[in-house]
């Protein structure tokens, strides 16, 4: 089955603890994205990768890193978490675009305390 | 830059009527057009689409869409709803380049029985 996974799908974690988020995708998709939805703003984009090794930021990627080593994964890691990161998280993935239909993930609900 | 206003926040509807959400875009070529559908806890999953052409664009699950550039906007209509349609709504735009779309804050649809 075609799908984006996520994990973990939820997790509490405290300030200054560095956290990763996995995400893979099934679909040989070239593109893919992680964005952040919080109540009243929608979806926002963090960072996106048009290929292996080749990552940029989207809207709103203070505190965030990236990695696309493998054209499958994309983590998004949090190397010193703050309150303000609580969010819901969502990484995507299309063919080689963002006008590509996007499949989305499942989402991560990311509390920090 | 470009932006996508979903004026309604909130929309409640009874079974069987019809439904129509309002998207307006801000962009100064064609923009890319998108409807996204959320259900409760799951990921986003795509609805329809308007890249060019005819401007009424048929979607999954009974849905259309009208792109109209004179008044830059891209309304999601449904003849019929049901219950099963109650989620959360969005609009999203791009550009077609490598940036990731933008996308509104969202439509919470609320069905009466």
């Known amino acids: 089955e075609a799908q984006v996974t996520q994990n973990p799908r939820y997790l509490i974690t405290v300030t200054g603890k560095k956290l990763t988020v996995t995400c893979s995708q099934n679909?040989?998709?070239?593109?893919m994205s992680w964005y952040r939805q919080d109540p009243g703003l929608g979806l926002r984009q963090i960072y996106y990768?048009?290929?292996?090794?080749?990552?940029d930021k989207g809207d709103v990627p203070e505190g965030y890193k990236v990695s696309r080593k493998e054209k499958r994964n994309f983590p998004l890691i949090l190397e010193s978490p703050s309150p303000n990161q609580t969010s819901l998280y969502f990484c995507?993935?299309?063919?080689?675009?963002?006008?590509?239909?996007?499949?989305f993930g499942p989402g991560t609900r990311l509390t920090v305390l | 830059a470009q932006s996508v206003t979903q004026p309604d926040i909130h929309i409640t509807v009874s079974e069987g009527a019809s439904l129509e959400l309002r998207c307006n875009y801000s962009?100064?070529?064609?923009?890319?057009l998108f409807w996204y559908v959320q259900s409760p806890g799951q990921g986003l999953q795509l609805l329809l689409k308007?890249?060019?052409?005819?401007?009424l664009v048929q979607g999954i699950k009974g849905f259309e869409a009208e792109f109209k550039r004179s008044q830059s906007s891209f309304n999601l209509r449904k003849p019929s709803v049901h219950w099963s349609d109650a989620a959360e709504y969005f609009c999203?735009?791009?550009?077609?380049?490598?940036?990731?779309?933008?996308f509104g804050k969202g439509t919470h649809l609320i069905i009466q029985p």
């Open positions: 990768s048009m290929n292996v090794e080749v990552t």
């Open positions: 679909m040989n998709h070239e593109y």
């Open positions: 308007y890249f060019s052409g005819d401007t």
């Open positions: 995507a993935s299309s063919l080689s675009r963002p006008k590509d239909t996007q499949y």
């Open positions: 999203a735009v791009g550009e077609g380049g490598a940036d990731g779309l933008t």
């Open positions: 962009y100064g070529a064609t923009p890319y």
